[in-house]
């Protein structure tokens, strides 16, 4: 293992803690939870693709930013004004 | 060697920063707060991973690929904590302008930490 892939796997204590935000605290937080989970799991990515030395896996943490960004719109204009 | 001694740095300090901003997270108590921690790791742990890629990846489809996903991340999370900040202002509030009896903080030039009178 190299320190890109060490990286990769110390980053599932930060979506631990997004886990324990979405299980245990209200709403609002939980959206932002969500969002800092989608950018986490975004900037994983990118470090198993250098980790594994395979450029073709770039395609999907970029095709992630760019859907998490939609998800947290609608997420955030559902919880304005429906909740 | 040099270039891969500094990206292993880079990449560590942007891991360090990610942790360290969930545990923040996961402790603080009001939403606002807690998207503060969400905007730090998104505009500089994706920018320190970035340039730890530009050291250490020759190929330029891995650096122009992650500098792009960087770009997006930094440019699109700053409108969705935007976004975010006034639909917990509408959720909490009721609705997005001050209310009747509501203080806002003004920095002026005669009152530049922005504490009320």
Redesign the interface.
């Known amino acids: 293992m190299n320190c890109w892939l060490w990286c990769s796997a110390a980053l599932f204590v930060a979506l631990l803690a997004c886990v324990y935000v979405c299980a245990f605290k209200p709403v609002p937080d939980r959206l932002i939870a969500l969002e800092f989970a989608s950018v986490i799991v975004t900037l994983q990515m990118i470090l198993l693709a250098e980790g594994f030395h395979r450029p073709s896996f770039y395609d999907l943490p970029l095709t992630l930013a760019l859907l998490s960004f939609g998800g947290g719109m609608v997420f955030a204009r559902f919880l304005q004004r429906w909740l | 060697m040099h270039f891969t001694s500094a990206?292993?740095v880079l990449?560590?300090v942007?891991?360090a920063l990610?942790?360290i901003?969930?545990?923040g997270?996961?402790i603080v108590k009001k939403?606002l707060e807690?998207?503060h921690?969400?905007a730090a790791?998104?505009s500089l742990?994706?920018g320190l991973?970035?340039l730890?890629?530009w050291f250490?990846?020759p190929?330029w489809?891995?650096r122009i690929?992650?500098t792009?996903?960087a770009i997006?991340?930094f440019v699109?999370?700053s409108?969705?904590s935007h976004?975010?900040a006034?639909?917990?202002r509408?959720?909490?509030s009721g609705q997005f302008d001050p209310l009747h009896d509501e203080k806002l903080l003004r920095v002026t030039k005669d009152n530049p930490s922005g504490a009320g009178k």
């Open positions: 990206a292993t990449v560590g942007a891991t990610a942790v901003c969930s545990i997270l996961a939403p807690r998207l921690f969400s790791v998104t742990s994706a991973i970035a730890a890629v250490d990846d190929t489809q891995s690929k992650v792009l996903t997006i991340l699109m999370n409108i969705l976004a975010t006034r639909a917990i509408v959720f909490e």
